[in-house]
Nanobody, 123 residues
Framework: QVQLAESGGGSVQSGGSLTLSCAAS????????MGWFRQAPGKEREGVAA???????TYADSVKGRFTIFEDNAKNTLYLQMNSLEPVDTARYYC?????????????????WGQGTQVTVSS
């Protein structure tokens, strides 16, 4: 069993930056895939970025060049650095972890969910 706790959300103006964190606890895995999803009001949840236990990453086209996913294994924490934020990035952001890195991709990542953290970008 895994527990995921996101933090770091908030309100920023367009062009601003935020760094989200996702602290993982419970069972640990040597091979895994972790990622970030987001859900805006009235829209489906969408994958944003993913990283596997080798450090390989994938990103949604809408965030490439602006967002960076990275992790601190010593702290069992996943991060999402978000730069050049736009109002369309406004959403609740969720962390997810799968105990397998096979086919690790932000669109297909399955597994445990965190509770999410809200990001609001104003123009």
């Amino acid at each position: 069993q895994v527990q995921l706790a996101e933090s770091g959300g908030g309100s920023v103006q367009s062009g601003g930056s935020l760094t989200l964190s996702c602290a993982a606890s419970g069972s640990t895995y040597r091979s895994y895939c972790m990622g970030w999803f987001r859900q805006a009001p009235g829209k489906e949840r969408e994958g944003v970025a993913a990283i596997d236990s080798t450090g390989s990453t994938t990103y949604a086209d809408s965030v490439k060049g602006r967002f960076t996913i990275f992790e601190d294994n010593a702290k069992n924490t996943l991060y999402l650095q978000m730069n050049s934020l736009e109002p369309v990035d406004t959403a609740r952001y969720y962390c997810r972890l799968s105990p397998s890195r096979r086919g690790c991709h932000h669109e297909t990542l399955s597994g445990w969910w965190g509770q999410g953290t809200q990001v609001t970008v104003s123009s």
